[in-house]
């Protein structure tokens, strides 16, 4: 990782499928100075990166505005997110795609500084949201039946210690 200041990292959400675990893991890897071993999370060997520089995790792949809820929730503030058709595939172009997902960020951002829950309340943050943004509106419309619902083929085989 030396040299690198981010890295795709997997998603759980959309269609680049991951164990929600394994990628937690691995964000953890890409910020932490150490980690203790934890095959649950994919974590085979404590790693001690000493004053190595952080690298910023990248999620991508068939996101849109009904994910950042998610996305919020298992990156924080510290990544990038990609929203390419996200962004371009609003009805409206691209400029308000733009707008649409970042007022959808901000709001779960928002969500969470309050202590509200990410998963549990998801659609309900995004709807209030909707109501003082047009574009967030549109998007969600484009969106709303849009699903990659299949299982991860990248497993962990875990073995207990």
């Known amino acids: 990782m030396s040299g690198g200041d981010h890295i795709h990292a997997g998603t759980v959400v959309g269609k680049l499928e991951g164990e929600r675990e394994m990628t937690l893991g691995f964000v953890d890897l890409l910020r932490d100075d ?34 950042m809820p998610a996305l ?21 172009g691209n400029a308000p795609g733009a707008v649409a997902n970042r007022v959808a960020l901000e709001a779960c951002v928002q969500a969470r500084n309050e202590g509200r829950d990410l998963a549990r309340e998801s659609t309900q ?37």
């Open 125 to 161: 943050i995004i709807r209030e949201a909707c109501k003082w943004s047009p574009e967030l509106a549109a998007a969600c419309e484009v969106w709303k039946e849009i699903k990659f619902d299949f299982e991860p083929v990248d497993k962990l085989d875990v073995k207990k210690d």
């Open 34 to 67: 150490y980690i203790e071993k934890d095959r649950s999370r994919g974590i085979f060997f404590t790693q001690d990166w000493v004053s190595m520089p952080g690298v910023l995790p990248v999620a991508s792949g068939g996101i849109h505005v009904w994910h």
């Open 72 to 92: 919020t929730e298992i990156f924080g503030d510290d990544s990038v997110l990609q929203f390419g058709g996200g962004t371009l595939g609003h009805p409206w």
